[in-house]
Nanobody, 126 residues
Framework: QVQLVESGGGSVQAGGSLRLSCAASGYTYRPFMGWFRQAPGKEREGVAGIGFDTGNPYYADSVKGRFTISQDKAANTLYLEMNKLKPEDTAMYYC????????????????????WGPGTQVTVSS
């Protein structure tokens, strides 16, 4: 089992920045991890992912060039640096871990992830 807890959410004006963290505990080897978000009335969407061993990042088109995913293996922590935030980035952000390195995970589909954190709210005002 992997337990995930997000932190770092908050309220910021458009153009601002936030850094989300996800602390992992339990069985901490997870071949792929990601960040998802869900806005009110919308489906949850994949934002970014990273291979645990390779460190290769994957991003949704909507955040490319603005968000950066990274990991600190020693600290069992996943990060999401969010810059140039827009009102449309407002959502609950979730950290997720995959039990296997799959095409679903790499393509940031929910089905590729089996472990989820409770989420942290990000609100961007115009």
């Amino acid at each position: 089992q992997v337990q995930l807890v997000e932190s770092g959410g908050g309220s910021v004006q458009a153009g601002g920045s936030l850094r989300l963290s996800c602390a992992a505990s339990g069985y901490t080897y997870r071949p792929f991890m990601g960040w998802f978000r869900q806005a009110p009335g919308k489906e949850r969407e994949g934002v970014a992912g990273i291979g645990f061993d390779t460190g290769n990042p994957y991003y949704a088109d909507s955040v490319k060039g603005r968000f950066t995913i990274s990991q600190d293996k020693a600290a069992n922590t996943l990060y999401l640096e969010m810059n140039k935030l827009k009102p449309e980035d407002t959502a609950m952000y979730y950290c997720a871990a995959a039990a296997i390195y799959s095409s679903a995970a790499v393509n940031l589909r929910e089905a590729g992830f089996g472990y989820w954190g409770p989420g942290t709210q990000v609100t961007v005002s115009s």
